[in-house]
């Protein structure tokens, strides 16, 4: 398997000639790219009017080509698996793009807080990638009672709630005032 550097410079090498010019922008600084001390990829945006390619897809199909995308160069976001995958979670169309946030799920239940936004322009290409995902997998590897999923996010609250109403009962909940969706526009 090749290193995530390694993969990093196939991807960028497959950044196809601009419509604006024919400049590459395979160049550094051109695309931002953040990593964390891993190598990990947090961050990647094309430049502007620009994007990253998704081979294998033909047609307008947002979805699955962010997905194919994140599975495709999956190394240099989070440990490769081949019980590792995205489920699209939400999706957004604003200004011509397609925002899409994925939730991590291996070997089909979700990850808690795993999720990537990637946003597909207007040529089917990736022109933004923003990971929070699960970097190191070997946790649900190596331990079989990791996958075993114990309470529901929402039951989680719910014993929550009734644990802080017997032990601190001056405590007052407060429902949301706004739903997360429309305090910013586009929100995933």
């Known amino acids: 398997m090749p290193s995530r550097r390694v993969r990093f410079n196939q991807l960028m090498n497959?950044?196809?000639?601009?419509?604006?010019?024919?400049?590459r922008f395979s160049k550094p600084g051109d695309a931002h790219i953040y990593r964390n001390k891993e190598g990990f990829v947090n961050l990647m945006s094309a430049p502007r009017g620009?994007?990253?390619p998704v081979t294998g897809i033909k047609g307008d199909r947002p979805e699955e080509n962010g997905r194919r995308f994140l599975k495709q160069w999956q190394e240099l976001f989070t440990d490769s698996s081949d019980d590792l995958d995205?489920?699209?979670?939400?999706?957004?169309g604003f200004q011509g793009r397609?925002?899409?946030?994925?939730?991590?799920?291996?070997?089909?239940?979700?990850?808690?807080?795993?999720?990537?936004?990637?946003?597909?322009?207007?040529?089917?290409?990736v022109e933004y990638v923003g990971s929070g995902l699960m970097r190191e997998?070997?946790?649900?590897?190596?331990d079989p009672e990791a996958l075993h999923a114990t309470v529901r996010v929402d039951r989680a609250k719910q014993i929550v709630r009734q644990w802080m109403k017997?032990?601190?009962?001056?405590?007052?909940?407060?429902?949301?005032?706004?739903?997360?969706?429309d305090l910013c526009s586009p929100s995933l």
């Open 14 to 23: 497959q950044v196809p000639e601009s419509n604006q010019g024919g400049k």
């Open 50 to 52: 620009e994007s990253f």
């Open 86 to 92: 995205f489920n699209k979670s939400k999706k957004i």
């Open 98 to 125: 397609d925002y899409i946030r994925y939730q991590q799920t291996f070997q089909g239940i979700e990850i808690l807080r795993a999720n990537v936004v990637v946003v597909i322009g207007r040529d089917g290409g």
């Open 137 to 142: 997998l070997e946790w649900f590897e190596s």
């Open 166 to 181: 017997r032990n601190h009962p001056e405590a007052k909940f407060y429902p949301r005032l706004y739903p997360a969706s």
